[in-house]
């Protein structure tokens, strides 16, 4: 059998039939627009374009996890955000509006370098109004942004760890055999090699396009599921945690576009004995950051556990469905429906790290925000349990 196979491989490989399955089969997992000449295009993209200015408008749809783009032309290169434009949607098209009454507002928020037009092109991360200018239903950003300013003078801090796999455009595990499972979890972790990591092209180019646009992206690394990976974002201070966050799962899906394959942020991707994707939440107050600052992480600790439930449900889209099949208590996780905190402990609700414990001041990590969480809702709930002292499930109108 063993020579038959042999003999036949040998026969397509003199045919010059061989490469051409292979390449047909590495085809079968990526977009068809992926493979349109790449070299035609730069063609264009280096084309002169004088004063005007391409912006990119991106906002966050009716899902609470999908974000769109669109793009128009501004006469000159706008210096700050308040030189960019109101603009409009059709949220019927975005599961934000109903088509009778369907135009809704963007409001530009945050300006970023754009990675793909290059300079003096802009991204601008929007918040999305009603026809009646109040918050779309997904704008968790306008209630974040007003409890972060109230909390001002705590400084708080966030760094939020992205995790994310990369699937083909067939739904199925980038890398992975078509018909199987790749070996045990073990090897993938921060592993090198053809054998232990798929995808890394698309890493270091999201990597590469975080810093031209000026996201505060600090890290990145292979997971622990083959074709799982994570990048870090933070410090940042209050909203803009939310904003870098979101422009930066943007970028993600626009590399992966130009790559033919798609990142999804779905918290358990595959059932099974495989790691779920989480977006562990780094966080800590002024007080927390300097000597004895200890005592200031234990007392928000406690007050997080008193108010486990509210989290869960803040943690994902899904007010903790999607949690549910994460938070397992296993594939280093707690469980969904216990409280637990410990030094070092990646099973735990709250981790304190090794050294902040035995430095006595620093942050803590809540590892329960599922990896489809809206970051201005984790970070709002973050500051309204631990600062605002807010108790129970319902949140708190703080009026003007």
């Known amino acids: 059998l063993v020579s038959l196979l042999s003999t036949n491989l040998l026969r ?29 295009r730069e063609q264009y993209m280096k084309l002169p374009q004088g004063e005007k200015v391409q912006v990119t408008y991106v906002w966050i749809d009716g899902t609470g996890e999908g974000v769109r783009c669109k793009t128009r032309t501004l006469d000159q290169e706008p210096k700050t955000i308040d030189e960019i434009p109101e603009w409009n949607f059709d949220g019927s098209s975005t599961h934000q509006a109903e088509g009778s009454n369907s135009d809704m507002y963007l409001i530009p928020v945050q300006m970023f370098r754009d990675p793909f037009c290059l300079d003096p092109n802009k991204l601008v991360m929007c918040e999305v109004l009603k026809y009646n200018r109040k918050s779309a239903e997904t704008n968790l950003r306008h209630t974040c942004k007003k409890i972060m300013e109230m909390v001002n003078d705590h400084r708080p801090w966030f760094g939020m760890e992205q995790e994310y796999t990369l699937l083909g455009i067939n739904g199925h595990p980038y890398g992975w055999p078509e018909n ?10 921060c592993g090198v090699g053809a054998d232990k990591v798929y995808g890394r092209d698309v890493v270091e180019s999201h990597y590469k396009a975080c810093l031209y646009a000026g996201i505060k992206i600090c890290g990145t690394n292979a997971e622990v599921m083959p074709s799982q990976w994570e990048f870090q974002v933070g410090p940042c201070e209050g909203i803009d945690m939310g904003d870098h966050l979101w422009m930066a799962r943007f970028i993600l899906h626009r590399v992966c576009e130009d790559f033919g394959v798609v990142a999804t942020l779905d918290p358990k991707p595959m059932t099974g004995n495989w790691n779920g994707a989480g977006c562990h939440t780094n966080y800590s107050t002024e007080s927390m950051r300097v000597e004895g600052g200890l005592k200031h992480i234990e007392d928000a600790i406690e007050k997080l556990g008193k108010r486990h439930d509210y989290h869960i449900c803040v943690y994902d889209p899904r007010g903790g469905k999607d949690n549910s099949r994460r938070l397992t208590g296993q594939h280093e996780t707690s469980s969904i429906h216990e409280f637990s905190a410990g030094v070092a402990n990646r099973g735990a609700s709250i981790r304190i790290p090794r050294q902040v414990g035995q430095e006595g001041y620093g942050y803590f990590e809540d590892r329960r925000p599922a990896a489809n969480c809206d970051p201005y809702a984790v970070t709002e709930a973050l500051v309204r349990t631990t600062i605002l002292n807010e108790t129970g499930s319902e949140t708190k109108d703080y009026k003007n």
């Open 12 to 40: 397509k490989r003199r045919s010059g039939l061989l490469p051409l399955l292979i390449r047909s089969a590495a085809a079968m997992s990526v977009s068809h627009s992926s493979r349109l000449n790449k070299g035609v």
């Open 180 to 189: 199987g499972f790749p070996g045990p979890q073990g090897p993938y972790y």
